[in-house]
């Protein structure tokens, strides 16, 4: 298929192949109920529950869902040992749930930081699910865009020392950078709930054409209504990808 029918057919997909969501705005649900920030994390859980049976039933192949970044160690400290409890206790009270209903769990971003007990409750995780067919959902904690794409350079650095060969700049390209990255998949759609209109340091490398859905609906609100609003948006968009609307659209060139 020449590079223009590729793009010509990803322009007429009305399905996201692959959604990513970064799910803001827990803070300021809670504390418009007076409540502290923790409570809207808690309360967050049930959004996810929403968007991943949303997006097994809509045939997303991909999902991304940011739920921690590499920058949000700087919050106060009750914060986040309140949102690392809250992801642990989460990952082993859904995963069976998700094993049944064939989802294969990946979780991104730098686990080198996390204690022995937590690394293995993911593992155990990933591994029940790994032969999976259905949703490949992956969540990002202490994700970072920019760590990412400096791990995939490493990694491939790695793999080049360990096959006893010395660096050699030229073998960058994109297709291996991509491969070496935590999801390698390119975004369709991005959704940012919470309103702010900012990428926050997400899969930056991933998102590079990406249709991008800001909505001011705060994450535990967050529906199946929200999610097919979005959808809705992505597939009235025109995706070009560098090219013009004539040949998107198939006509002269
Ligand atoms: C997103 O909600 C969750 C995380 C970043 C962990 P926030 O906690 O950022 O909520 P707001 O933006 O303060 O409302
Ligand atoms: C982005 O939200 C990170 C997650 C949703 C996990 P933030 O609330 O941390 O983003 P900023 O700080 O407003 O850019
Ligand atoms: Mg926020």
New binding site residues.
């Given amino acids: 298929m020449s590079e223009i029918a590729e793009f010509q057919q990803l322009n007429r997909q009305t399905v996201p192949n692959h959604v990513a969501i970064i799910?803001?705005?827990?803070?300021?649900?809670a504390n418009l109920r007076g409540k502290p920030?923790i409570f809207?994390?808690r309360a967050g859980v049930e959004s996810v529950r929403r968007a991943v049976s949303f997006a097994c039933e809509k045939g997303i192949r991909v999902l991304t869902l940011f739920?921690?970044?590499s920058e949000?160690w700087r919050r106060p400290k009750d914060e986040v040992s309140g949102?690392m409890d809250l992801f642990s206790w989460a990952l082993t009270s859904e995963v069976k749930k998700l094993h049944r209903n064939q989802v294969k769990l990946k979780v991104i971003g730098d686990r080198s930081v996390f204690s022995e007990s937590f690394v293995k409750r993911i593992s155990d995780a990933e591994k029940l699910t790994e032969n999976n067919d259905g949703l490949l959902l992956n969540v990002a904690v202490n994700y970072g865009g920019r760590w990412d794409i400096i791990n995939a350079v490493k990694r491939i650095c790695a793999e080049m020392s360990d096959k006893g060969e010395s660096f050699d700049a030229d073998v960058l390209n994109e297709q291996l950078v991509s491969e070496h990255l935590e999801a390698p998949q390119d975004v369709d759609l991005l959704i940012r709930t919470?309103g702010e209109k900012r990428i926050s340091n997400f899969l930056l490398w991933q998102l590079a054409y990406s249709e991008m859905y800001v909505s001011d609906v705060?994450?535990p609100d967050f529906n199946e209504e929200v999610f097919q609003r979005a959808v809705e948006y992505f597939a009235s968009r025109e995706r070009r990808f560098g090219c013009t609307g004539e040949q998107i659209r198939g006509g002269k060139r």
């Fill in positions: 799910m803001d705005g827990n803070g300021r649900w920030r809207g994390h739920a921690f970044s949000n949102l919470g705060l994450w």
